[in-house]
């Protein structure tokens, strides 16, 4: 597990031990921003988070997929989410990060601008995602709402879909 990654569940775990809130009605969540949203996903579905590393270009496959990457072994495919959000690309700089995201058998990382922070939100706190796209095609599993912030929560098993 990184460093950051651990960083990220003790401070929950120490939220955790002054809340009143029941574990079972609050979903853990890590945050990060791709261009200018903050976007979330289930802690449980990171495998990892990494500083950028090399990787390889795979010809023949949508713009978004930058390649693939050697991560202790494992062949990894690594997805660009500004380009998969319809995003300008840009240069990586010091607080890019690769999140290496599973569900089930798929893995894959994914270039985000730079991580936020642990996200514990009560499920009353969390809707559903707008009626604006089909249900079934997109990426945004809810919405939660923190204070003065939207942090729009996203489906790891739609990121993780192939569709190439």
Same mark, same amino acid.
């Given at each position: 597990m990184s460093e950051k990654l651990q960083q990220i569940i003790n401070k929950q775990n120490k939220t955790l031990s002054g809340d009143d809130v029941k574990i079972d009605e609050v979903i853990q969540l890590v945050g990060f921003i791709v261009g200018d949203e903050e976007f979330s996903v289930p802690i449980l579905s990171i495998q990892e988070i990494i500083k950028p590393i090399s990787w390889t270009r795979v010809?023949?496959?949508?713009?978004?997929? +930058?390649?693939?990457?050697?991560?202790r072994g494992s062949v990894i495919p690594l997805?660009? +989410?500004?380009?998969?959000f319809g995003l300008e690309t840009m240069k990586h700089t010091e607080e890019t990060r690769f999140i290496v995201m599973k569900n089930g058998d798929d893995v894959a990382g994914f270039v985000i601008d730079r991580l936020t922070e642990a996200i514990r939100l009560p499920k009353k706190d969390v809707g559903p995602a707008p009626d604006t796209i089909a249900e079934e095609e997109s990426m945004i599993d809810g919405v939660g709402k923190q204070a003065d912030r939207i942090i729009t929560i996203l489906k790891v098993g739609k990121l993780l879909e192939r569709n190439f």
């Open positions: 010809p023949q496959t949508p713009e978004y997929i +930058l390649g693939v990457f050697n991560l997805i660009d +989410l500004r380009s998969r």
